[in-house]
């Protein structure tokens, strides 16, 4: 069974430009959530969606960020514009029916 | 205020002894809790979880316990292995949401 797929893996931008992160969940699973990993800190939850559905986005910084998952299968998170404090690991997790979330193996992001 | 607490970043363990690694949390609501593994450059890997209504849960070298009363849960790996050296990040759930700790780096020296 194939994991979650994060692409790209590594991006390097400017202050201000805008940057966008692509996730495939596992197949078949219908939550998918978007994390922010903080170096020296745990994940910290973005966005979650059920389906298409958006289910959780208390935390997300809406003036910047956007998630969509449109057919309800991949995602994508988007950035604009960017500040020097989103530069962090961005991480797309899925889940089927049980408590376990599985991990994909996030973008690096840096803003300079 | 952090509702998920780790409060050794660090740990070291000779290898073929065990290491224990602690975790806190402040909400009684939380109903499963779960531990991930984190190797440099790759995404949180899943290694054991416990139900609430549970006080234990072994698989192989790892055993997570659980003591509701102290709102408490610790991670056994025994014995040690130089490929368990990681980041260890403990996890409270509810309702589908994880609340993370900010993680235990593990050495375990040959």
């Known amino acids: 069974e194939a994991g979650v797929a994060q692409s790209p893996r590594y991006k390097i931008i400017e202050k201000r430009q805008s940057v966008a992160f692509w996730c495939n969940p596992i197949s078949g699973h219908a939550t998918l959530y978007w994390y922010q990993q903080i170096l020296g800190q745990g994940p910290k939850l973005l966005i979650q969606?059920?389906?298409?559905?958006?289910?959780?986005d208390s935390q997300l910084p809406k003036d910047r960020f956007s998630a969509e998952r449109l057919k309800g299968v991949d995602s994508t998170l988007k950035i604009q514009p960017a500040k020097l404090e989103d530069s962090a690991v961005y991480l797309c997790?899925?889940?089927?029916?049980?408590?376990?979330?599985?991990f994909g193996p996030g973008t690096r992001l840096t803003v300079l | 205020d952090q509702q998920v607490k780790q409060n050794s970043p660090s740990l070291s363990v000779q290898e073929g002894r065990i290491s224990i690694l602690n975790c806190d949390y402040t909400n009684s609501m939380f109903d499963y809790f779960l531990w991930y593994k984190k190797y440099p450059a790759e995404g949180p890997t899943f290694l054991i979880s416990i139900s609430s209504i549970k006080d234990k849960n072994e698989d192989g070298r790892f055993t997570v316990f659980l003591n509701k009363s102290a709102k408490h849960l610790s991670l056994h790996i025994v014995p040690s292995q130089p490929g368990d050296s990681a980041v260890y990040f403990c996890a409270a759930g509810y309702q589908g949401n994880l609340i993370f700790g900010k993680g235990t780096k593990l050495s375990v020296k040959p």
């Open positions: 969606f059920q389906n298409n559905g958006v289910v959780d």
């Open positions: 997790a899925s889940r089927l029916s049980t408590d376990t979330q599985y």
